[in-house]
């Protein structure tokens, strides 16, 4: 594992930070903002990519530690399960700047600066954290993300979206409370090599106090990841402009989570350590809870944007499935189905605007006949939904042909029957939507124009297409998940 | 081998993509829509008989490593060629048919599309070379046959569209399960023939798993209900396709499961017989169930399920003998190809006739022979065919599996299973002569005095199915020799057991006698049932696998969803109509019956209801809780107290000041007490 | 106890008298009550220092010929500067309540 | 109710006084250790090193002169505070005349002690180095010769005697000494406010002279201009 | 270099030559007092970074006052933390000077301008000899001065509210130099010198400590009512919250850092190690109780700058709990907390004062949606919240940061709870004052302009310093680790 000290990963986190400052003064120019937006999500797929052609050239982890005092040290270090979510983050980040500067200028016209720019630091912040070195400096990231995410829920400035913001943060900081609590006493986080080592816990804690410090790492990122108990706030944070629950509720913010509970998992703890506590069950049990709650509730939901959101407590769930059974081939479905939701979730919650932008509206029971209006929209509804459901062909079967296969290696049952139900519920909350967009008669006939410009459709079809593209080739994925995989199981 | 992966790749990819192109085009014009669907289904069909000429030999594999993850590949083999061969053809007269019935109705580029996706899928289906591509055909081909079903978008047509997707995704799930289990077992998701190494019970789950995907799209008993929902509802191309071929990819895919999992050697006598078992209830089950209809094309729906009885049968059998099961299995492999034949071609005939006179209802039809002449000589071949009539394909592959059962040895149940194997075929034979007579003799009622005949596109495709059916009628020996044989090798039967069946001679003195037999049994019941109104018997509706469907999917829908007025509205209604019962005392033991199925619906809905309100009252509770806490955290009673605490400024009175700064030097006393109290008596 | 404290008895005193004066402050509703209080344990405190630095049979500080034992000065000059402190501490007291009671009484500016 | 709760914790709050006081070294006995360290350089060097025998007006402005500084910025401050707050008396005229006249009596025994209280004041003041007394005693005396002017003349007569404008002068004399003799002395390169820095001989005593006579100034007149501010006149 | 070594002493001296020269001018010119009182912070400023180099390179030194040696004379004890101390005064002094030039103007009447920088340079002379002195009555002296001059500070502006607010806290602060001085009498009874080394070396010999406790306890207690920690807060809220903003800029960032300043001089250097294990867990759970009472207070405030009074109460009690931890991550999160507090609560103040000046605006409800209207402001604020809510990238994070850590080092379950639940109520008031001003849409149509250059200036410079601090916190740990080191030293 040599270590190739090398600036990518700062400039990775800083260079979009600094756009995104900058982006706060271009309130009068429309297109400077959109430019520099659109700058920042291109420069970090640029240097995502650097990365990954730098790991793929052999030495395991890029690592630039910036120590700033006695023990107090920020260190940033690529390796790749932070690469794999970086990847996706800011691929989706790229997709998502032409919609989301055509859809604020159709339906929030006002003050779009601030929104901007508070758009391109969550989003960069999103990707600084999967490229945290140590657990602290995640810890300070993940914190500065609630932070930047709070103004773009409470955008629209109603009444209804400042009690969503307030609901969201105090589930939130609730979350950091235990974070912080647990990243503190882990006795060695500092230092730079902190995530190379892995299994970082030598078991000289009491067990009870190891119990407790998993307890807490896990609610610290399940808020964030909405785990069952504590899922609440993301559907009532779904009154937020469509960017901002496509690109950050369903892929950022949520990944983040995931990508904490697998690092304390994969990392910090070591899968032996986790394996012996007997902890994996709990984290089935809670993951299974959450995919059932979840889709129980998305199938009530009359908002489309609601249900979409309790789809995302209900998918978010599956790679959390996948780590808690400690099974590689597992592992490598859950972060498959991960990308699937990445990919189709953020085009179906497109889609959820564009239908919102063109006809108005956001009932599931309204939307009959919407087939016949906007035909590209609907059906890149229809084929993310079969996507998300897994449908063969698509990206979706791939990651459910791995997952379903961990309960059988490690034997649990129950895992498998949280699957099964997981699968038949996201194919009926997903389907009767597409019936209705299709085949429900509309009694009344509304006009609508037509005229969505290829900056909304553009993102919609890119989304439906990678989950396509990559359910038929899914060589090169697969490759780099294994190669994710490979790091903690294999070695 | 270049050659055929390139065949192969247009074969399955043309209708793929042809399906796009006809959407795209419908939206210009119908005319050249027709066309390029037409066109495009011939050229299949003839590929598919050039493929067919490659299948003689060995099996021949084509992978597409660059595709799917793990591995898709086609196997080219007598048994898949005959298949798609078969799709191919009954998929053209089936297009052709529909030009014209289709004529009038909306949205056809769609119809059109999906048909053609279906039909790609099919073939992928037959074609496959390991389970996964199987599997992804299987599913393809699941999810595209709904817009088939719901192509009228009436009430009645969705309900059966819902239901249909709702089996065929379970079935899916527990197909994948199954598959899964298959790769963990033997390490890779190729057909193999037999698994070696694992216990006996670990196979048996793998196929019964296999066997509920597998049975539900072929329509065996416990799941056959979607079958008779989906075709009076669907168009009838739609409905010929879905009982002509679609079924039949649940029966290759049970024959293939089997096949790979137990192998030709290791006969299993336990799954051999409960799938015995399972064919025979299917095809008695089913065939009264269709005496009862009086809706032509349910009762044909189930005529189909009860023909797949006959062909699980054999299936049956021949894992039940192993080794010496190829005659069963050849007979069965007949029959798929016979009732594929002459089951479409009486679809589209009885869609011929409601296509003229609008109606489905046998009894209210008659005396369309003078009217329709060629569709009814045509329906008059396909029932001779399917009641297994001499010089008709029906007969030689009833016998064949008929001797095959003769094969099972002594045991007790096997002579049951004999007696019942001839009553249900004495059952189809009646109910077809009941269709013929009701639908073409008798009086004509008046309103069809001007029916014509169908259109000649129309009869194009009906008269091609006709003809099939009476050549394989004549010259079974040749179809046997030539199709059956190389497909019984490939499926691994060795040279002894193939050597005894060379020829097969269908016209012994024991044949003969057990179809004079069925006959009689036929007419037997087809006169009785007219004479005393038997047909008109309706089963109480709890009676049936349907109705329990039903009530649980209705169960799940009001649980789930807000409309809480649904359920108040069903219950009090069913309160209702009970008293209405009541009151009528007159009615019969039927009232009783329909009365008391009522009482039990409105138990269900409210235990329903009250499970429902626990989880609402439950959920509200938490959720309220957590709010009340948070609010007032918030904004709420602590300010209340803290103001008035320091209210001296909104009070104004001096004195309040004063008592505020006394308050003060209080805490310092207080403070300084307890800070020696620590130090003190504690330290 | 109790011998110890006879003998430092201006020390008790002063004691009582802080606590007196700490009474008055606590308890009294008029503002001049209330400095008055703060004078009764300032001078309780000045007591108790000036106790500290006594010296039995000390002459007071003012050096003359002849007299070789005298009392500890450094408690008193402390006295003294407190003192001082007193008076300032007071005189803002009374420059406050004399400006609250002018506002309190409507008096405008 | 209330006054039973504190007085019950007065009482233990005195219990515990006691307890400490009790464990005090008595008073007055030679050897404790107040008594040992301290007073041992102060009596036995005091009068050579500083010049005046009076011990406490050695320690205040030569031992510890910087304390007297905090002191007289004290005093200051609170002037300054005075005026932030209540703002300056309005200059005599007419201000606010005597309601009664003061008793002839009383006016002709002042007219006479005045200048004599004056005098003695100023004797305090400046005899603090070997007789009882000391800056801050004669200004206080100042003081109450300015106050009881105001009594028996008036307030206004005595205002337009003293007015504030000159009375500023004699306010920041004592901080500003200070500060200067400090200055010098940090200038003659001992540390800050070392009286004895220079060579001559009696040029230390001369300093402490005069910053007692400042002292007692300052102090005075900072005390009486407080009681005219507070006396309820009209005010800018 | 060696005219360094007079430079603490003059730090006191001059700024009240200079208050005292501004009255004697007073006749002659009206507004020399603005001019005056900027040119000897400046000073004051350059002398403290000359004394942060000379500490730096030789360690801390030793500076007797009119050359007679400790237990006779005034002995200046200048180490690290002093001159880290100093180094913050400095700052937010000059700081909040340069602002009140504009906000005095419009809130005082005209004549009493001059007294309000002859009070201001008071103050700020008295905390320097607090921080310097070395010796105990000293320390006294100028905490009076120091009492004094904030008392009159915070009643300067007239109104009913502003009197009484004062008249309250010049009670509690009499109480406390009361208790001061008879604490003083107990340590002078027993060790017989006011030295800070000196009583540290005679307490070792001691045999009964209770006398020197007492005398040590009633020093704390003055202490707790200076910086106000729980029970005794009542007075802050209104003192603060009613004063002008400059004052409650100094009061809130300065005053409050002495009284934990002088409580880590009592606790470490004079009387290190006397305590019953029980007092201090019973101080620690106090302040515990503090942080997340103030915090739950706060958060329901209408007013701002009594919100903002109530906030410091918990970050003061962060700091204290720092000091009462014993250990060296908790001093230095301790100093941090100073730091920031010093800092951003300033910042805010300052913010608040332009608001006032230029809206007149006290309560958020009437501050809906100003965000808009006066963005710099309201950016600089925003950071100043930041830090006090201690988000990452600013020093209030690194600070709480290093207290969480001391707390779970040691096990105190109870303190790690009370830091943890006071963070995280720190987030919530501070984001809900943030949504009440940015996302909120204004209902009253009053027409709002940004402040002027010469308030935005010293805001930006203040919150820039907490930005900075946060960033780079090596940039403050250079003085705060060799000082925590040698405070420890003492305690062995």
């Known amino acids: 594992m040599n270590q190739m000290v090398s600036m990518i990963p700062i400039t990775a986190v800083a260079l979009p930070f600094l756009i995104g400052i900058a982006i706060f003064f271009t309130g009068k120019n429309k297109k400077l903002m959109g430019f520099l937006s659109s700058i920042a999500a291109l420069l970090s797929l640029a240097l995502v990519s650097a990365l990954y052609s730098m790991l793929v050239r052999g030495n395991m982890d890029v690592c630039c530690p910036i120590c700033f005092g006695a023990g107090f040290t920020f260190c940033f270090r690529v390796d790749w399960l932070g690469l794999f979510f970086a990847g996706i983050t800011s691929l989706l980040w790229v997709a998502s700047i032409p919609y989301s500067i055509k859809y604020m200028e159709m339906k929030f016209p006002d003050s779009r600066a601030r929104f901007f720019g508070f758009f391109t630091l969550s989003a960069a912040t999103a990707i600084g954290v999967t490229m945290a070195g140590n657990m602290l400096t995640l810890f300070a990231l993940y914190e500065l993300l609630t932070i930047f995410t709070y103004p773009l829920v409470v955008h629209a400035e109603t009444p209804a979206a400042l009690k969503a913001g307030k609901k969201y943060l105090v589930y939130l900081l609730i979350g950091e409370m235990f974070l912080l609590f647990a990243v503190l006493s882990t006795p060695e986080f500092a230092g730079p090599r902190a995530f190379a080592k892995i299994g970082l816990i030598s078991s000289e804690i009491g067990s009870k106090m190891l119990l407790v410090l998993f307890c807490s790492y896990i609610v610290g990122f399940g808020i964030k990841a909405a785990i069952f108990p504590f899922s609440n706030w993301l559907p009532t944070v779904s009154i937020a402009p469509t960017p901002v629950t496509g690109l950050l509720h369903a892929v950022a913010v949520v990944n983040v989570g995931v990508y904490g509970i697998m690092r304390v998992i994969l990392n910090v703890f070591g899968i032996e350590l986790v394996r012996s506590m007997g902890v994996g069950v709990l984290l089935v049990f809670i993951s299974g809870a959450t995919i059932i709650y979840g889709s129980l509730m998305a199938l009530r939901q009359d908002d489309l944007k609601r249900r979409l959101a309790f789809s995302t407590v209900d998918y978010i769930s599956y790679p959390i499935l996948g780590l808690a059974l400690l099974s590689p081939t597992a592992l490598v479905g859950g972060l498959l189905l991960l990308v699937t939701h990445a990919f189709l979730k953020l085009s179906l919650f497109f889609c959820a605007g564009a239908i919102d932008i063109q006809t108005g509206k956001t009932k599931v029971s309204e939307l009959s006949g919407i087939g016949r209006r906007l035909p590209f929209v609907s059906t890149c509804f229809a084929i993310g939904s079969l996507g998300l459901i897994g449908m063969p062909l698509t990206l979706g079967f791939v990651g459910k042909w791995y997952l379903w296969q961990g309960p059988m290696e490690t034997g649990q049952p129950s895992a498998m029957g949280v699957l099964i139900a997981g699968a038949i519920l996201c194919a009926f909350y997903l389907l009767y939507v597409v019936y209705v967009l299709f085949f429900k008669q509309s009694n009344v006939d509304f006009v609508c124009d037509l005229q969505l410009n290829w900056t909304m459709l553009f993102p919609i079809g890119a989304g439906v297409l990678m989950g396509l593209v990559f359910g038929i080739f899914p060589k090169g994925l697969l490759l780099l998940v294994n190669n994710v995989t490979m790091c903690y199981f294999g070695g | ?683 | ?109 | ?236 | ?492």
């Open chain 4, 1 to 236: 109710m209330k006054k039973f709760i504190v007085i019950v914790l007065l009482v233990l709050v005195g219990l515990f006084l006691l307890l400490a006081v009790s464990k005090m070294p008595i008073m007055g006995d030679p050897d404790s250790p107040t008594n040992a360290i301290a007073t041992s350089r102060y009596i036995a060097k005091g009068p050579q090193e500083t010049g005046c025998n009076n011990l406490v007006s050695a320690i205040i402005l030569n031992y510890r002169v910087y304390d007297t500084f905090g002191e007289i910025t004290v005093i200051f401050v609170t002037l300054t505070a005075a005026l932030a707050i209540l703002g300056r008396e309005k200059a005599g005229e007419g201000v606010s005349p005597l309601k009664v006249s003061p008793s002839p009596l009383v006016s002709t025994i002042m007219i006479i002690y005045i200048p004599f209280f004056i005098v003695f004041a100023f004797y305090v003041a400046i005899h603090g180095f070997n007789s009882i007394g000391g800056g801050f005693q004669g200004g206080v005396i100042l003081a109450s010769v300015l106050v009881i002017y105001a009594l028996v003349f008036g307030y206004d007569e005595a205002v337009r005697k003293f007015p504030p404008k000159r009375r500023i002068l004699f306010e920041g004399l004592a901080p500003l000494c200070f500060v200067v003799v400090g200055f010098m002395s940090i200038l003659a390169g001992t540390n800050f406010l070392n009286l004895n820095f220079s060579s001559v001989s009696h040029f230390r005593n001369f300093l402490t002279l005069i910053l007692e006579i400042s002292l007692g100034l300052t102090s005075g007149v900072a005390i009486a201009s407080l009681f005219y501010i507070l006396k309820k006149v009209e005010r800018e």
């Open chain 2, 1 to 683: 081998m270049f050659f055929q992966f390139v065949l192969l790749a247009t074969i399955i990819l043309l209708p793929l993509f042809g399906a796009g192109l006809v959407y795209w085009v419908s939206s210009k014009s119908a005319m050249l829509r027709n066309y390029l669907a037409a066109s495009l289904t011939i050229v299949t069909l003839i590929l598919t008989s050039i493929l067919y000429c490659f299948s003689k030999g060995e099996a021949i594999v084509v992978g597409y490593p660059f595709l799917s993850f793990a591995e898709i590949r086609f196997s080219i083999n007598p048994m898949s060629a005959l298949l798609a061969f078969l799709t191919a053809f009954i998929w053209t007269a089936a297009t052709l048919y529909s030009f014209t019935y289709l004529k009038s109705s909306s949205n056809q580029g769609r119809f059109y599309a999906f048909l053609l996706l279906a039909f790609s899928a099919n073939l992928g289906v037959f074609l496959a070379g390991n389970f996964l591509t199987l599997f992804i055909f299987f599913e393809i081909l699941g999810i595209s046959a709904y817009p088939l079903i719901v192509h009228n978008e009436d009430k009645k047509a969705f309900k059966a569209g819902a239901k249909y997707l709702v089996m065929v995704f379970l079935g899916d799930i527990a197909l994948l399960m199954g598959i899964l289990l298959y790769c963990k077992v033997t390490g890779n998701i190729d057909f193999a023939t037999g698994i070696k190494g694992t216990s006996e019970y670990i196979k048996f789950i793998i196929f019964a798993l296999m066997g509920i995907g597998f049975g539900v799209k072929a329509g065996v008993i416990p799941f056959h209900i979607w079958l008779p929902d989906a075709h009076p509802v669907a168009p009838t191309p739609a409905s010929a396709l879905l009982s002509g071929v679609m079924i039949k990819v649940g029966v290759y895919g049970i024959i293939r499961s089997l096949f790979s999992i137990f192998g030709p050697e290791q006969s299993s006598i336990v799954v051999g017989s409960i799938v015995i078992w399972v064919g025979i209830i299917t095809m008695l089950v089913a065939v009264f169930m269709a005496l009862l209809q009086e809706n032509a094309k349910k009762m044909l729906a189930y005529h189909s399920i009860s023909q797949m009885g006959y062909i699980v049968l054999g299936v049956g059998c021949a894992a039940y003998l192993g080794v010496e099961g190829a005659l069963a299995l050849g007979g069965s492999m007949y029959h798929i190809v016979n009732h594929a034949l002459f089951k479409s071609c009486l679809f589209l005939t009885v869609g011929a006739v409601y296509y003229r006179t609008g109606e489905l209802n046998m009894y209210k039809l008659g005396g369309l022979v003078k009217k329709m002449p060629i569709v009814a000589f045509c329906t008059l071949v396909a029932s001779l065919g399917i009641s297994g009539v001499p010089l008709f394909n029906g007969y030689a592959s009833k016998t064949l599996i008929h001797q095959a059962l003769a094969h099972l040895g002594h045991g007790g149940w096997v002579g049951l299973v004999n007696v019942l194997f001839i009553v249900t075929c004495g059952g189809t034979i009646a109910s077809f002569i009941k269709l013929f007579t009701l639908v073409f003799l008798g009086r004509a009622p008046k309103k069809y005095e001007k029916v014509k005949d169908a259109s000649s596109s129309m009869l194009v495709g009906i008269m091609a199915l006709a003809i099939m059916v009476f050549a394989l009628g004549i010259f079974p020996g040749r179809f046997w020799t030539f199709f059956i044989l190389p497909l019984l090798k490939h499926l691994g039967y060795t040279g002894t057991a193939l050597s005894s069946i060379r020829t097969v001679n269908i016209l012994t003195l024991h044949d003969i006698q057990s179809l004079v037999i069925s006959l009689a049994v036929g007419i037997f019941i087809f006169t009785v049932g007219t004479r005393y109104g038997l047909f008109h018997l309706r089963f109480p509706r709890w009676f049936g696998v349907n109705y329990w469907f039903e009530q649980f999917a209705l169960g799940v829908y009001f649980l789930l969803h807000e409309e809480s007025h649904l359920i108040e509205m069903h219950t009090s209604r069913a309160t209702r109509e009970i008293k209405e019962m009541i009151a009528k005392k007159g009615r019969s033991t039927e009232a009783l019956i329909e009365g008391e199925s009522y009482v039990l619906r409105s138990l269900i809905f409210i235990s329903k209801r009250h499970v429902k309100k626990i989880y609402l009252r439950v959920e509200t509770y938490i959720v309220a809780r957590a709010n009340y806490i948070i609010k007032s955290l918030w904004s709420g009673f602590l300010a209340k107290t803290y103001r008035s605490l320091s209210a001296s400024e909104t009070k104004k009175e001096f004195n309040l000041y004063i008592e505020d700064l006394n308050f003060s030097i209080f805490l310092i006393l207080f403070l300084l007490v307890l800070c020696f109290v620590s130090i003190k008596l504690i330290g």
């Open chain 3, 1 to 109: 106890m109790l011998k110890a404290s006879f003998s430092n008895l201006i020390y008790v005193v002063s004691m009582i008298l802080f606590l007196i004066g700490f009474y008055a402050v606590a308890m009294r509703p008029s503002l001049i009550k209330k400095i008055i209080g703060i004078n009764i344990m300032e001078t309780a405190i000045f007591l108790f220092l000036i106790g500290i630095g006594n010296k039995k049979g000390g002459a007071s500080p003012l050096v003359v010929e002849g007299i070789e034992k005298y009392v500890n000065p450094f408690p008193q000059a402390m006295v003294l500067m407190a003192l001082v402190v007193g008076v300032g501490t007071t005189a803002l007291a009374l420059i406050l309540a004399v400006r609250l009671f002018e506002c309190e009484n409507g008096e405008k500016r």
């Open chain 5, 1 to 492: 270099m060696s005219f360094v070594l007079h430079l603490p002493v003059l730090m006191v001296a001059v700024p009240i030559a200079v208050a005292v020269l501004i009255s004697v001018l007073l006749t002659f010119k009206r507004n020399i007092a603005f001019v005056l009182s900027v040119l000897t912070m400046i000073f004051c400023l350059i002398s403290s970074l000359f004394l942060m180099v000379k500490v730096i390179t030789e360690g801390s030194f030793v500076y007797y006052v009119s050359d007679w040696p400790p237990p006779w004379g005034i002995e200046i004890f200048i180490d690290r933390l002093s001159v880290y101390m100093l180094l913050l005064i400095a700052i937010v002094g000059l700081i909040s000077i340069i602002y009140s030039e504009l906000y005095i103007k419009k809130v005082l009447d005209h004549q009493k301008i001059p007294f309000y920088y002859m009070l201001v340079l008071f103050l700020i002379g008295s905390i320097v000899g607090f921080v310097i002195s070395g010796d105990i009555f000293n320390m006294f002296i100028f905490f009076e001065i120091l009492s004094l001059s904030s008392y009159s500070l915070v009643a300067i502006s007239g109104d009913r509210e502003a009197l009484r607010a004062g008249f309250r806290y010049l009670v509690m602060g009499i109480v406390s130099s009361l208790f001061i001085l008879l604490g003083l009498g107990f340590i002078y009874s027993v060790t017989g010198t006011l030295n800070f080394t000196q009583i540290a070396l005679r307490v070792k010999e001691l045999s009964d400590l209770t006398v020197i406790q007492t005398g040590a306890l009633l020093l704390i207690v003055a202490f707790i009512i200076e910086a106000a920690i729980f029970p005794l807060h009542v007075w802050l809220p209104k003192a603060h919250g009613k004063a002008p903003a400059p004052v409650s800029a100094l009061l809130s960032g300065l005053v409050i850092g002495i009284g934990v300043f002088g409580m880590i001089k009592v606790v470490y250097y004079i009387l290190p190690g006397v305590y019953p294990v029980s007092f201090v867990v019973f101080f620690r759970g106090l302040i515990s109780v503090g942080i997340i009472l103030g915090a739950i207070f706060a958060l329901f405030e209408n007013d701002l700058k009594i919100l903002l009074a109530q906030s410091s109460i918990s970050q003061i009690g962060f700091a204290a709990i720092g000091v009462f931890f014993f250990s060296y991550s908790g001093l230095m999160g301790s100093m941090l907390q100073l730091l920031n507090h010093a800092f951003a609560k300033s910042a805010l103040f300052l913010g608040a004062g332009a608001v006032i000046y230029k809206t007149g605006f006290r309560n958020l409800d009437e501050m809906k949606g100003i965000g808009k209207r006066m963005p710099i402001t309201m950016g600089f604020f925003a950071i100043g919240l930041a830090s006090i809510a201690s988000i990452p990238m600013t020093c209030g994070f690194v600070s709480k940061y290093y207290l969480c850590l001391a707390a779970i080092k040691q096990g105190l379950w109870g303190s790690v709870g009370a830091i943890l639940l006071g963070g995280f109520l720190s987030l919530l008031y501070c984001l809900r004052i943030i949504s009440c001003i940015f996302f909120e849409k204004p209902d009253s149509k009053v027409e709002v302009k940004e402040a002027p250059l010469k308030m935005l200036l010293p805001l930006g410079v203040l919150a820039f310093l907490t930005i900075f601090f946060g960033v780079f916190p090596r940039a403050a740990f250079v003085l705060i680790e060799p000082g925590v080191k040698e405070i420890l030293g003492f305690l062995r």
